[in-house]
């Protein structure tokens, strides 16, 4: 699958916005992130609408369990189930718990996960907006194929688990990739290849690691192709360090 998803937290469930998944699909995005909570279930609804079945080349992920007492076996459980009918299928390539649970404990929210796991109903089990500690943890319960953190030029918070993603062969999924993207050392950059401000963001998140895979949201399929077309910049060593950086 192509190096760049799409996030889909805006996407409501209109006729237009399927054939615009549709698109999407077409122009070779591989990755299609929704939640639960997204427009309330209607993210996930169109994309079932729109993409279902889903073909071995497409990976839909989606997300659960973002507020307080999400994480409770029941509640998961709900949430879950009500997933599996929006997205029109009986499996999920990648389920994320979204935010973990602080009034629930991680072995009863990630044995709910394994029952689902073991049963073939979800393929992989991810995590979002983790400290290495928090995955670790988690990953002594399950295994775990997928981190989703906040990333991008303007916020490096999560440096760390960049890099310890990348040594454990984890996908690093940064949200809001295109934060950030502003300043004259990056336009200068873009101008030298013929390139917009968006794509050289891009581009700076796939060279900072290989398991990186920028989530960019967008209604616009112009977007979609000029986002996928940054899979074709190679920045330098030295525009990547001048950006990494600023």
């Known amino acids: 699958m192509a190096r760049i998803g ?12 399927h054939a615009f998944l ?3 699909a077409d122009a070779g995005i591989g990755l299609f992130d929704t939640a639960f909570l997204y427009q309330a279930g209607e993210s996930e609804s169109a994309v079932g609408t729109a993409l279902a079945p889903f073909g071995p080349d497409l990976v839909v992920a989606t ?8 994480g409770r076996p029941e509640r998961l459980r709900e949430q879950l189930e009500l997933s599996f009918e929006r997205l029109r299928t009986d499996r999920i390539a990648l389920y994320y718990i979204h935010r973990l649970d602080p009034e629930t404990p991680l072995e009863d929210t990630f044995g709910v996960l394994n029952e689902y796991r073991d049963a073939g109903r979800i393929a992989n089990v991810g995590i979002s907006e983790v400290s290495i500690e928090q995955i670790e943890r988690v990953r002594a319960l399950t295994p775990i194929a997928a981190v989703q953190n906040e990333y991008n030029l303007g916020e490096r918070m999560w440096d760390e688990v960049v890099d310890y993603c990348a040594d454990q062969e984890l996908a690093f999924v940064p949200f809001y990739p295109l934060h950030g993207a502003e300043g004259p050392e990056l336009e200068s950059i873009a101008d030298h290849h013929d390139a917009s401000p968006r794509q050289i963001a ?12 920028p989530i960019p949201g967008t209604l616009s399929i112009d977007h979609v192709r000029e986002n996928l077309a940054s899979l074709d910049f190679n920045l330098s060593d030295d525009e990547y360090a001048a950006l990494t950086g600023y």
């Open 22 to 24: 549709r698109e999407a």
């Open 6 to 17: 799409l996030g889909t937290n805006r996407l409501k469930d209109t006729p237009e916005n």
């Open 202 to 213: 891009l581009a700076w998140l796939l060279k900072r690691s290989p398991t990186t895979v």
């Open 63 to 70: 997300k659960g369990c973002y507020r307080p007492g999400d």
